[in-house]
Nanobody, 127 residues
């Protein structure tokens, strides 16, 4: 059974930092795309960042560009999201997603393009 387990969420003041981790088990994602999405209360899910396997190309939502960094650890089958200069509008449940192969660029910001998802971790940024 494939599982994606997120950790690292919590409560932080505006301007602070958090590092989210997502460890996969049950299969390897070394040749796949891994990503982070988030959903704030009363809002739709939105793309945050993704990491493709070939060349390690990364993609970011405009709202987090320059503040968040996605990285991979293929040995440990994990993906991370370093979040700096957090803002209250970053408050959301953050989900780790993965696909067993490389997601095409045109679909990389689409929740349905990924076939594995974690349960989410809550991030709360206070003002």
């Amino acid at each position: 059974q494939v599982q994606l387990i997120e950790s690292g969420g919590g409560v932080v003041q505006a301007g602070g930092s958090l590092r989210l981790s997502c460890v996969a088990s049950g299969r390897t994602f070394s040749s796949g795309t891994m990503a982070w999405f988030r959903q704030a209360p009363g809002k739709e899910r939105e793309f945050v960042a993704s990491h493709r396997p070939n060349g390690g190309t990364t993609y970011y939502a405009d709202a987090v560009k320059g503040r968040f960094t996605i990285s991979r650890d293929k040995v440990n089958n994990a993906v991370y999201l370093q979040m700096n200069n957090l803002k209250p509008e970053d408050t959301a449940v953050y989900y780790c997603l993965a696909h067993g192969s490389s997601v095409i660029i045109s679909a990389i910001r689409t929740w349905e393009a990924y076939n594995y998802r974690g349960q989410g971790t809550q991030v709360t940024v206070s003002s």
